[in-house]
């Protein structure tokens, strides 16, 4: 198996790169923020290619800027690991999406710190099954501690222990998320979040919800001044959903109000450096959203979530907003933030793009899916 790491100026550009020098069988392991020495936004994506030819084993071993998108300002990170056993799913896309997890699996038991509650000496197998699945859902330790500590320290460790544990879990979920929010006329609501979280697909999610199943009004605005074609993609929404466009926002970021329709405000992705983020701040502050949702993709690591949560904390989110899930059953970076931050988990997207509707987080719900008792969150 080879893993390679690809970096250009947006994620959509990687991925491409990804595909073109990988092929169709590129697995995507992780994705992160990073800056040029010039200061400019780079999205990095790490895939790997689990049964690579002779050549593609040999191009794709050979270290060579131009092949990741960008010049040679950063270098890609190169390394081969020992072979997997291939799950037997076919070649369908959800065996595809099927082998993607087993995969990301197995990589993370690979790369994660010691698991104290799976690995101790006498633990029962059945605590040792739970904890391997919520580890593998990616949550952090602290998290699989403050559900799982309890739970033990009652004892009969073993009798009932996966509906204990759910009850726990559903108790320490319900913490975390919050009910349907309901936006009201003259309601401002902005979504931040790195480039490529799906900050754009969950506002023409939720302007549809409201112009459609709701019948409200919606006006769209757009506080993105990196992303060429931002305001055209914009525009885009508004025309299928009937809502309008901000025509003009100054260069404060101050936006006029609209007393009888809901505001969503898309923002810039996420800027690396701290003055670009200082600057968003001020914009935002210009146009007062009473809702800031911050927009993390579930295929982003706990502990990169976690990071990325630090540097959005001077923009004041109220709210997270959960995207990709229909790509991958691993929540736990959303539920690591909610946990450090105290942002409860508001909205979840499950469907690809502006396809689908966005949901509500249901805490049994999410028990029995970390717990692989049901799949799907609703």
């Not at 229909?326 to 929540?331: A, E, F, Y």
Request: net charge negative; charged share 25%.
């Amino acid at each position: 198996m080879i893993i390679k790491s690809f970096t250009a100026e947006s994620a959509s550009a990687a991925l491409k790169t990804v595909r073109k020098e990988m092929g169709g069988d590129a697995i995507v392991l992780k994705t992160r923020q990073l800056t040029d020495r010039l200061g400019g936004p780079r999205v990095e994506i790490t895939a790997c290619l689990e049964n690579p030819t002779v050549g593609q084993a040999s191009v794709l071993s050979t270290p060579d800027a131009s092949q990741t998108g960008r010049p040679a300002l950063l270098e890609d990170s190169v390394r081969s690991a020992p072979p997997m056993e291939p799950a037997d799913t076919g070649s369908t896309e959800a065996g595809i999406y099927q082998r993607l997890d087993e995969l990301d699996r197995k990589f993370d038991r690979l790369v994660s710190a010691e698991r104290p509650f799976a690995s101790g000496v006498g633990t029962p197998e059945a605590v040792r099954i739970i904890c391997d699945r919520l580890y593998d859902a990616d949550l952090p330790e602290e998290f699989v501690s403050s559900v799982l500590g309890p739970v033990l320290s009652q004892g009969g460790a073993e009798d009932n222990i996966e509906d204990r544990v759910r009850n726990a879990l559903v108790e320490h979920l319900s913490s975390l998320m919050t009910p349907a929010v309901s936006f009201q006329p003259g309601d401002r609501v902005a979504f931040i979040g790195p480039a490529g979280s799906g900050k754009s697909s969950v506002m023409g999610k939720l302007a549809a919800r409201l112009v459609i199943q709701e019948k409200r009004k919606v006006s769209l605005v757009s506080l993105d001044d990196r992303k060429l074609g931002a305001y055209d993609e914009l525009c885009g929404y508004a025309e299928v959903l009937g809502a309008t466009v901000a025509e003009s926002v100054d260069s404060g970021g101050k936006v006029e109000p609209v007393s009888d329709a809901i505001q969503l405000i898309d923002t810039p992705g996420l800027a690396a450096d701290e003055e670009g983020r200082r600057e968003l701040a001020g914009r935002l502050d210009q146009s007062d959203p009473g809702y800031r949702f911050a927009v993390f993709s579930s295929l982003m690591r706990s502990s990169d979530a976690l990071a990325m949560a630090t540097l959005m904390e001077p923009l004041a989110p109220t709210h997270i907003a959960m995207t990709m899930l229909d790509l991958t059953d691993r929540i736990g970076s959303a539920l690591a933030v909610a946990g450090a931050t105290g942002w409860k988990i508001a909205l979840v997207s499950d469907s690809p793009g502006g396809i689908g509707d966005l949901k509500t987080p249901d805490p049994d719900r999410v028990a029995r899916t970390l717990l692989r008792m049901e799949v799907g969150l609703e």
